[in-house]
């Protein structure tokens, strides 16, 4: 039976993460949510499976070296899938301290978990070997790699150059996560994602953001001239791709995932807009935030031609299906706002 711990499951894809291995495995399987329930942690996402008894939900922090520890124990995981981050861009900006310690000492302590647990002696830093079958998969971002000009892909070889605290705390983290492989062999992987969209994601990102003022018929916010281009991925799209990560990936390795589907962030408020049937007067131009990177693009060939991933959502068909979501949610929309 694989055990694994999900960090952070709560949250938008740690949630649909967590929903989809449950409906689409059929091997035996232990899933332990760990989650320290922020602003943006949702106990909703998850409501209807407390009942299965495959899942476990704990509320905890993953600074919390202790509890940790307990539930390595406890648990003997064999798996551990890090979403657990502060996320959003204007946030770090106002709270940078924040996000270096969730993000960067938080990931340090799962780690350090893992390598005495998995380690065939512990107390060793120079032993390398680990027992069959772990695996660490630190889920990261494609704003790792900064901006991009108006053409060309990032790589897993582009440098890194993070415009804002929280990107930087995720680059860090990532670094971090490669030097426990470097240094003491562990087996680890990292992917790094375009932006998500889709069922279940808090109401601060752009798409269910203007979908929620959209209904209210509020203003909708668009930073500087809304030209902004992002790589945008329906997130069941990204969940298989990290399974392929876990089941194939080559220990050490980093996969990028993205989508193709390069869109304009003023494009998209505008195909909100008509499939809510709302006039485009909403739309309403605001101070761009400082650092704002012009264009995300990834390159997925790695993670194409060595496990066979390839996004099965086109950005319309994804779109519609999140837009009809949230108008069949609006609770659960009421009730997350309500947590900002």
């Given at each position: ?110 780690l350090e978990t ?24 630190q889920i990261s ?88 281009v992002r790589d ?109």
């Amino acid at each position: 039976m694989q055990r694994i711990l999900i960090t952070g499951g709560a949250g938008f894809i740690g949630s649909n993460f967590i929903r989809y291995l449950l409906e689409k495995r059929s091997a035996p399987l232990a899933l332990v949510n760990l989650d320290l329930l922020t602003y943006a942690g949702n106990p909703q996402n998850l409501a209807d499976i407390q009942g299965d008894t495959r899942y476990t939900f704990i509320q905890g922090d993953i600074r919390d070296a202790a509890l940790i520890e307990r539930l390595f124990s406890e648990y003997q995981f064999d798996t551990v899938v890090n979403f657990a981050a502060e996320s959003h861009v204007d946030r770090s900006i106002s709270q940078p301290q924040v996000f270096l310690s969730t993000n960067v000492l938080g990931a340090h302590t799962l780690l350090e978990t893992a390598r005495r647990f998995w380690s065939s002696a512990p107390e060793d830093p120079h032993c390398r070997e680990y027992r069959e079958g772990v695996r660490f998969l630190q889920i990261s971002t494609d704003e790792v790699y900064g901006s991009l000009g108006a053409s060309g892909y990032f790589t897993e070889n582009s440098p890194l150059a993070p415009s804002s605290p929280y990107s930087a705390s995720k680059a860090s983290a990532d670094l971090l996560v490669l030097a426990y492989h470097t240094t003491y062999g562990m087996p680890v992987n990292i992917t790094r994602c375009s932006n998500n969209y889709g069922p279940y994601q808090f109401p601060e990102k752009l798409i269910p953001l203007m979908i929620e003022r959209a209904l209210q018929n509020k203003p909708l916010p668009i930073y500087g001239s809304g030209q902004q281009v992002r790589d945008w991925i329906y997130v069941e799209d990204h969940c298989r791709a990290i399974e392929a990560v876990l089941m194939n990936g080559n220990a050490g390795e980093i996969y990028n995932v993205g989508a193709s589907s390069e869109c304009p962030n003023l494009q998209i408020v505008r195909l909100i807009l008509k499939q809510l049937g709302r006039p485009l007067s909403l739309i309403t131009h605001v101070a761009d935030r400082p650092g704002h990177d012009f264009r995300y693009a990834i390159d997925s060939g790695k993670l194409s031609s060595q496990l066979g991933w390839h996004p099965l959502v086109s950005f319309e068909e994804g779109l519609s299906h999140t837009i009809q979501w949230y108008l069949e949610h609006m609770d659960w929309v009421k009730n997350a706002s309500l947590r900002q």
